[in-house]
């Protein structure tokens, strides 16, 4: 079945870099997105990016625009969260996400297959 491995987070200074990655594994077609999730303290998941692996289109949320960026290697099957300059308010557990098909869908209710989280914080 559909799995997806989070791993890279962890505490860093503000204007620093984290790289987070989603392993994945169990899927029977090349028409999937991959949307990448965040959720604060006391806040909603809110939607990061989401990447079309059949085309590698990708749509970034205003709040990381120019700062996030993903990407993917086919050989090791993982797909890549690269931020730069984080902000306080970037901290949060990120979740990667899979949706069969290939529409960038931003709302988190698409998505069927979630990984386990990891935690960001961005703190001096």
């Known amino acids: 079945q559909v799995q997806l491995v989070e791993s890279g987070g962890g505490l860093v200074q503000p204007g620093g870099s984290l790289r987070l990655s989603c392993a994945l594994s169990?899927?029977?077609?090349?028409?999937?997105?991959i949307g990448w999730f965040r959720q604060a303290p006391g806040k909603d998941r809110e939607g990061v990016s989401y990447?079309?692996?059949?085309?590698?289109?990708?749509v970034y949320e205003d709040s990381v625009k120019g700062r996030f960026t993903v990407s993917k290697n086919n050989a090791k099957n993982t797909v890549y969260l690269q931020m730069n300059n984080l902000a306080p308010e970037d901290t949060g557990v990120y979740h990667c996400?899979?949706?069969?098909?290939?529409?960038?869908?931003?709302?988190?209710?698409?998505?069927?297959?979630w990984g386990q989280g990891t935690q960001v914080t961005v703190s001096s």
């Open positions: 990447f079309a692996n059949n085309n590698e289109a990708t």
């Open positions: 169990g899927f029977s077609s090349d028409y999937y997105v």
């Open positions: 996400a899979a949706a069969m098909g290939g529409v960038l869908y931003s709302g988190p209710e698409m998505y069927k297959y």
